[in-house]
Every structure is written in structure tokens, then in C-alpha cells.
Nanobody, 124 residues
Framework: VQLQGYGGGLVQTGGSLRLSCVAS????????MGWFRQAPGKEREFVAV????????YYKETVKGRFTISRDNDKGAVFLQMANLQAEDTAMYYC??????????????????WGQGTLVTVSS
């Protein structure tokens, strides 16, 4: 199983980025797909999650209205569109896959598979 995340980079405050994550070795329609982030010296934190059908999406409060998660099950991919980026969004971003029937969605332990991370740096 491999999750390959990409799309990070350096962007100015107020800018936008689109992160992508492509999965191989699993059928992502059997999984909820999430994004987490980890800033230097901080714990990994939940950012957003989308259920298998894309009907239900849930976001960290501070990214609501700025970030949009989406998925394409046919392509085995999940995306995170980020707008109006702020300095506090600077972090390594990780995609993750978790079993549908597991009830939790916000803790890293709720997910079984992880991407290697893609770095987002927002400069002021």
C-alpha cells in the first residue's frame, strides 16, 4: 500500500495551493480519506476528512471556508484545495486512509495508511 502526496510548496499569505494524494494497493472507496498536518515542534493535527461517497465532509474549525476536500474514487485520489493561506497553515501535510466502519475521524490512530507528507510553507 502506498499513498503518494504532492502539491506542496512556498506560497505568500493569501495564496492558494492544491494538494493531491494518489493511492495504490488499496481501493479507496473502502476508506474514508483525510488530511492531517504537522508543524515543527507540534503534534500532528486533523485538517479534513471525506467519507467514501463524498456526501459527508468535516473540517478543522480554523480551515472551514478556506479548505475544500474532495476525492475521485475512480482515480484513487484525494485532494485538498487550500485558499487564503495564512502563516499558521505552514506545516507538513499528510493524506491518510481509514476504515469506513471505524467511528473516529480526527485522531491519527483512526487511520491505517499514510502518505509521506508534502510541505506547505506560507510566507508573510
Amino acid at each position: 500500500v502506498q499513498l503518494q502526496g504532492y502539491g506542496g510548496g512556498l506560497v505568500q499569505t493569501g495564496g492558494s495551493l492544491r494538494l493531491s494524494c494518489v493511492a495504490s494497493g488499496i481501493t479507496i472507496s473502502n476508506y474514508i480519506m483525510g488530511w492531517f498536518r504537522q508543524a515543527p515542534g507540534k503534534e500532528r493535527e486533523f485538517v479534513a476528512v471525506v467519507d467514501w461517497s463524498s456526501v459527508n465532509k468535516y473540517y478543522k474549525e480554523t480551515v472551514k471556508g478556506r479548505f475544500t476536500i474532495s476525492r475521485d474514487n475512480d482515480k484513487g485520489a484525494v485532494f485538498l484545495q487550500m485558499a487564503n493561506l495564512q502563516a499558521e497553515d505552514t506545516a507538513m501535510y499528510y493524506c491518510a486512509a481509514g476504515p469506513i466502519l471505524r467511528k473516529g475521524i480526527e485522531e491519527p490512530a483512526d487511520y491505517d495508511y499514510w502518505g509521506q507528507g508534502t510541505l506547505v510553507t506560507v510566507s508573510s
